[in-house]
C-alpha cells in the first residue's frame, strides 16, 4: 500500500489531453513539494518534472504540474504512442523523514 | 552530466547478503546526497534511505532497519549498499539516484538515476 495514492491506470487517444492525479497528505505533498517520474518498462525512471511543475531540459513542454493542498496532478498534452509507459509521483514525508512514491500510473494510448 | 553505473545482477540464496555499487561520473560526488530505490517485480518504488557521500551519514527507511548499510568510497566515486538475512521478497531492482541539489529533502528530486541491479532471492 503506497502512502501516495496514483490511479492504476489512465487512458486516451493520440493528440488527446490526460491527467494522472497523486493524492496524499499534510505530511507529504501539502508540506512539499512534489516530483514526478516516468519509467520505460525495463529502464530506470527518469525524472519528468519536479517542484511540483518544473521540467528538466529535454522535457518536452506537453508534459505539466501542478499542486493543490495535499494533490497534485500530471498532464500531458497533445498524446503521443511513445508516451504509453508508467508513471509515478514522489514527495518527502516529514512524519516518516524519508521519501514516499505514489504506485505508479500505466498510460494507455488508445 | 553525471552518470550512474551501477554492479551487475546478483543471485543470493535466502538468509545471503548482498552488495551493490553505484559509481557516479565527474567531480562532484561528495555534493549530493546518494539514494537506494527498489522496485519489486511487477511492483512501485520504494524508497529504502541515502548516504551523504561527504559524511558518511545516512538514514534509512524504518522498513530497512538493521538489515541495511550504505557506504561510500570517495576515492573513487562509489556508493555501495548492502543489504542483508535476504528473503524472497527482497528480489527486486535496485537503483541508486543522486539528489537533484543540495539541501532540504523537501524540495528536491532524484536526478539522475542508475541503470539498476537486479538481485534474484531464490534457494
Known amino acids: 500500500q503506497s502512502v501516495l495514492t496514483q490511479p492504476p491506470s489512465a487512458s486516451g487517444t493520440p493528440g488527446q489531453r490526460v491527467t494522472i492525479s497523486c493524492s496524499g497528505s499534510?505530511?507529504?505533498?501539502?508540506?512539499?513539494?512534489v516530483n514526478w517520474y516516468q519509467q520505460v518498462p525495463g529502464t530506470a525512471p527518469k525524472l519528468l518534472i519536479y517542484?511540483?511543475?518544473q521540467r528538466p531540459s529535454g522535457v518536452p513542454d506537453r508534459f505539466s504540474g501542478s499542486k493543490s493542498g495535499t494533490s497534485a496532478s500530471l498532464a500531458i498534452n497533445g498524446l503521443q504512442s511513445e508516451d504509453e509507459v508508467d508513471y509515478y509521483c514522489?514527495?518527502?514525508?516529514?512524519?516518516?523523514?524519508?521519501?514516499?512514491f505514489g504506485g505508479g500510473t500505466k498510460l494507455t494510448v488508445l | 552530466q553525471v552518470q550512474l553505473v551501477q554492479s551487475g545482477a546478483e543471485v543470493k540464496k535466502p538468509g545471503a547478503s548482498v552488495k551493490v555499487s553505484c559509481k557516479a561520473s565527474?567531480?562532484?560526488?561528495?555534493?549530493?546526497?546518494m539514494h537506494w530505490v527498489r522496485q519489486a517485480p511487477g511492483q512501485g518504488l520504494e524508497w529504502m534511505g541515502r548516504?551523504?557521500?561527504?559524511?558518511?551519514?545516512?538514514s534509512f527507511a524504518q522498513k530497512f532497519q538493521g538489515r541495511v548499510t550504505m557506504t561510500r568510497d570517495t576515492s573513487i566515486n562509489t556508493a555501495y549498499m548492502e543489504l542483508t538475512k535476504l528473503r524472497s521478497d527482497d528480489t527486486a531492482e535496485y537503483y541508486c539516484a543522486r539528489e537533484g541539489v543540495g539541501g532540504p529533502s523537501g524540495v528536491n528530486w532524484f536526478d539522475p538515476w542508475g541503470q539498476g541491479t537486479l538481485v534474484t532471492v531464490s534457494s
Open positions: 514522489a514527495a518527502w514525508d516529514d512524519s516518516l523523514s524519508g521519501w514516499v
Open positions: 499534510s505530511s507529504n505533498i501539502g508540506s512539499n513539494s
Open positions: 548516504i551523504n557521500p561527504n559524511s558518511g551519514d545516512t
Open positions: 565527474g567531480n562532484t560526488f561528495t555534493a549530493y546526497d
Open positions: 517542484r511540483n511543475n
